[in-house]
T-cell receptor, first 108, second 113 residues
Framework: DAKTTQPNSMESNEEEPVHLPCNHS???????IHWYRQLPSQGPEYVIH???SNVNNRMASLAIAEDRKSSTLILHRATLRDAAVYYC?????????FGGGTRLMVKP | DAGVIQSPRHEVTEMGQEVTLRCKPI?????LFWYRQTMMRGLELLIY????????DSGMPEDRFSAKMPNASFSTLKIQPSEPRDSAVYFC???????????FGPGTRLTVT
């Protein structure tokens, strides 16, 4: 299975943008890049996904490298409620395979 | 819609007992997924169904675990007999089309003593 690599943790200041990186050098042409987040004591929550082009939604933006070997989740203005574990996942075969994720801490 | 509903939210049982976890997916979703989350192993997919049919159960740890989906609005995950190492949070998720978002339930925290 194609794997993703994320930093274990990141810190951000409230109301500043956050760029969460993800490396997926073994991605195949049909793998979608998905991002989920998990707030404390809750189930994972979908954030965004894409295949080749950059994507924007109300929660975040996803920037995908031209060679697709890496991507970046962008939170435009971090709030305290964005403190969570963020998972970058390569979606293949109808299945999500979660890795360790990045724990985002937001400082007031 | 109320979202994915799981019951019970917490379950404490003794080793050797049978445990049944329940899930009601979002109406109209054709895919249902069962995950398990532990500190050691993170989030793991156990099994998923499409139109009530199990498609991939390669993540089910062993024969003590079984999952059923008798109809489109109900699924169960059963552990018999339970062991302390089964202690985890079990999540159910559903989706209309897997490549799009999966909606997760609040989870069932299982403790086996």
């Amino acid at each position: 299975d194609a794997k993703t690599t994320q930093p274990n943790s990141m810190e951000s200041n409230e109301e500043e943008p956050v760029h969460l990186p993800c490396n997926h050098s073994t991605i195949s042409g049909t793998d979608y890049i998905h991002w989920y987040r998990q707030l404390p004591s809750q189930g994972p929550e979908y954030v965004i996904h894409g295949l080749t082009s950059n994507v924007n939604n109300r929660m975040a933006s996803l920037a995908i490298a031209e060679d697709r070997k890496s991507s970046t989740l962008i939170l435009h203005r971090a709030t305290l409620r964005d403190a969570a574990v963020y998972y970058c996942i390569l979606f293949a075969g109808n299945m999500l395979t979660f890795g360790g994720g990045t724990r985002l801490m937001v400082k007031p | 819609d109320a979202g994915v509903i799981q019951s019970p939210r917490h379950e404490v049982t003794e080793m050797g007992q049978e445990v049944t976890l329940r899930c009601k997916p979002i109406s109209g979703h054709d895919y249902l997924f069962w995950y398990r989350q532990t500190m050691m192993r993170g989030l793991e997919l156990l099994i998923y169904f499409n139109n009530n049919v199990p498609i991939d159960d390669s993540g089910m740890p062993e024969d003590r675990f079984s999952a059923k989906m008798p109809n489109a609005s109900f699924s169960t995950l059963k552990i018999q007999p339970s062991e302390p190492r089964d202690s985890a949070v079990y999540f159910c998720a559903s989706s209309l089309v897997p490549v799009n978002e999966q909606y997760f339930g609040p989870g069932t925290r299982l403790t086996v003593t």
